[in-house]
C-alpha cells in the first residue's frame, strides 16, 4: 500500500504508530529495498519513537535512504554466517540492514545457546542497528538473558583529552522474570549524537554537561556540539572508561575499527565499519530458571522503595511510553514527517 501526503494531511503532528511505519517502509521499498527487510528497518526506527528516543527514529531515515542509494546500504543483502566455535557465530552483514542482520543473528544464537548454555555472536560489515532494546528485549521474551553491545564513530572526548576519540558504545543487557524483563539501553555518552541532532533540527539548547565546542569548552548549543565539539562521558571518568573498555572488547571480537576509524552509521559517504557483539545465555539450559521468582520480587522490593510513587527498573519508563504512544501516537516534527512522505512517494530529497 503506497502513502500520500494527502492521505495522512490530518496527522501532521501526531501519527498512529502503524501509520509511521507504513511510510517508512514505502520510503525504502520506493528506493529499492524488499519488503521483507523494509519492514523491519521500518519497526525498528518506530520503535525509536514509541519509546520516546526521536533520535533513534524517523529522522534517521534520510541518511538510511542516502546510503542505499549510494550503495553503501545493500538493502536485499543476506548475512553470512559462519561457527567459528561451537558457541561463536561470525556474521558477516554484507553491507545489509542492521535490523535484517541483527535479528538473523538472534535467531541463530538463541537457538544454539539452548543446546550450549551460552552463545555469542560477533557481527561485522552491518548497518546501524538503532535502539538496543527491542533486541535484548526479544531475547529475554523468549526467556534467555541478553548481552548487547555496539560500537559507534568517535563522538566522545576522553576524560582529560579534547576532542572526539571515543564511541559512544552503547550497552543493552534483557533479562526475563515472572512479569516484564528488565530491559537495559544506556549509551556511555552523557546523550546521543542523534540526540544532538536532534536538538541541532529544533533549535533547543543543550542541557549542561552533554558537550563539549571544539576547543573543548562545555557548551549548551548544538551546533557547536554537532561541528567540531564532542559529547561527553556520562559520569565523568568512569562513563569514559566504561566506553573506552566496550570499544577494545567490541572491536577487538568482531575484528572492526577502533576510534576514528569507525564510520558509517551518520555519515552517507562511508560503508559502516562498527561492529556488534551478541551474547545470549538461556537460563533453562543451565538451570537458572528458577532464579526468576526470586529476581521478580527483588525487582519489585526495588518499584516499592520509592517516595513519591513507584521506583522505576530498567525498562519500565520506556514501556510506560510506549503503550501511551502506541495508543495516542507519535509526535513527529512536521518537517521529518513531510520528507518522509516524499520519499514514500518515490520524490528525491530535493
Known amino acids: ?59 534517521r531515515l534520510a541518511v538510511l535512504v542516502e546510503r542505499m542509494r549510494r550503495g553503501l546500504i545493500v538493502p536485499d543483502a543476506q548475512p553470512h554466517l559462519d561457527w567459528a566455535a ?31 548454555g551460552i552463545a555469542m555472536a560477533a557481527i561485522s560489515n552491518s548497518s546501524h542497528i538503532g535502539m538496543l532494546a527491542p533486541y535484548v528485549e526479544s531475547i529475554a521474551r523468549r526467556g534467555q538473558v541478553a548481552v548487547l553491545l555496539t560500537t559507534s564513530e568517535a563522538l566522545v572526548h576522553a576524560w582529560g583529552g579534547r576532542g572526539a576519540s571515543v564511541g559512544t558504545n552503547p550497552i543493552g543487557i534483557g533479562v526475563p522474570t515472572m512479569g516484564e524483563p528488565l530491559v537495559l539501553d544506556m549509551s556511555t555518552a552523557s546523550v ?62 568482531t575484528a572492526t575499527a577502533f576510534g576514528t576509524e569507525v564510520v558509517g552509521t551518520l555519515d552517507t559517504e562511508f560503508p559502516a565499519t562498527k561492529g556488534d557483539l551478541l551474547i545470549s545465555v538461556s537460563l533453562e539450559r543451565l538451570g537458572l530458571a528458577g532464579m526468576l521468582p526470586a529476581l521478580t520480587g527483588y525487582l519489585n522490593q526495588v518499584r516499592d522503595s520509592g517516595v513519591a510513587g513507584p521506583a522505576d527498573v530498567p525498562g519500565d519508563r520506556a514501556r510506560r511510553t510506549r503503550e501511551g504512544r502506541a495508543t495516542d501516537g507519535v509526535p ?19
Open 192 to 253: 546521543s549524537m542523534g540526540k544532538i541532532l536532534d536538538y541541532t533540527a529544533t533549535g533547543r539548547p543543550l542541557q549542561p554537561g552533554w558537550a563539549v565546542d571544539a576547543l573543548g569548552r562545555p557548551t549548551i548549543d548544538a551546533v557547536s556540539a554537532a561541528q567540531g565539539g564532542a559529547i561527553s562521558p556520562f559520569g565523568g571518568p568512569k562513563g569514559y572508561a566504561l566506553g573506552i573498555a566496550l570499544e577494545a572488547l567490541v572491536g577487538t571480537l
Open 1 to 59: 500500500m503506497k502513502t500520500s501526503a494527502n492521505e495522512y494531511a490530518s496527522e501532521a503532528t501526531v501519527i498512529r504508530s502503524d501509520v509511521l511505519r507504513q511510510v517508512i517502509s514505502d520510503a525504502l521499498t520506493a528506493n529499492g529495498a524488499p519488503k521483507p527487510n523494509a519492514d523491519v528497518q521500518a519497526a525498528n526506527l518506530v520503535e525509536g519513537e514509541l519509546r520516546g528516543h526521536a533520535s533513534h527514529g524517523i529522522r
Open 86 to 116: 561451537p558457541a561463536v557465530l561470525r556474521v558477516d552483514g554484507n553491507r545489509g540492514f542492521g535490523p535484517v542482520v541483527a535479528y538473523r543473528a538472534i535467531d541463530e544464537v538463541v537457538a544454539r545457546a539452548e543446546e550450549t
Open 332 to 350: 513527529i516534527d512536521d518537517d521529518v514527517w513531510a520528507l518522509a512522505l516524499k520519499y514514500a512517494e518515490g520524490l528525491s530529497h530535493d
